[in-house]
């Protein structure tokens, strides 16, 4: 049901229309070709040609357009009239690992031409397990390090929490395409862009690093 909400029932409807009428084009050239061969004795006349060129044409010009607004449709993340984004934050919890206490583990992967870092830390008494492709650890002066900084984060409230945690927490992104008409007409209304972890850590010496085959 929830790709019915917002407007994205209009898109699904549009793309039902754009996809009922290339078929119908396609029967409509058949039937007109058979008619054709059947009356005159001829495969081709200048006249249906036309018209079938431009009936194709405007197809693909159709499913075209609904395919740059389900698909290629560029996401401006800072964009509010477009993107919801909501930010979860929580205080790291110490963990014990061998003999000594960390904030997180960082896994780094062997397999594979690009490695693969997993971060997984513990917060509220559970343990979460990131990526490096959608997350980063932090660990400078600066809440936000050069990897997080493409995001848009509300600094006044990272440097609050930084403090109130002693530079010790997680901060979870969230964004969402609004449910906006346009939106809608790409089927993406309330649809979940990404996904983005702030790992803040005082120092590297809370960071325990081991490697997978």
Known sequence: MNMFMGWNWVGILLWIVAICFFVWIIHFIRVKQLMLIISTHKSFDKRLFVKYVGLLILS????????WLSFFRPVDMTNQTDVDITTKYNRLELKQVKDGYYYVTAQKSKNGAQPIVSYTYLSEGSETTISSRNGTISRGTDPVNIDASVYPWNKEKLTEFDAQTAHAFSAEMTI???KTFLNGLGVRSGHAVGYYTLIRVPSADFIYSKTSK
Do not use: A, R
């Open 60 to 67: 693909f010009l159709f499913i075209g357009v609904m395919s």
């Open 176 to 178: 969402k395409y609004k």
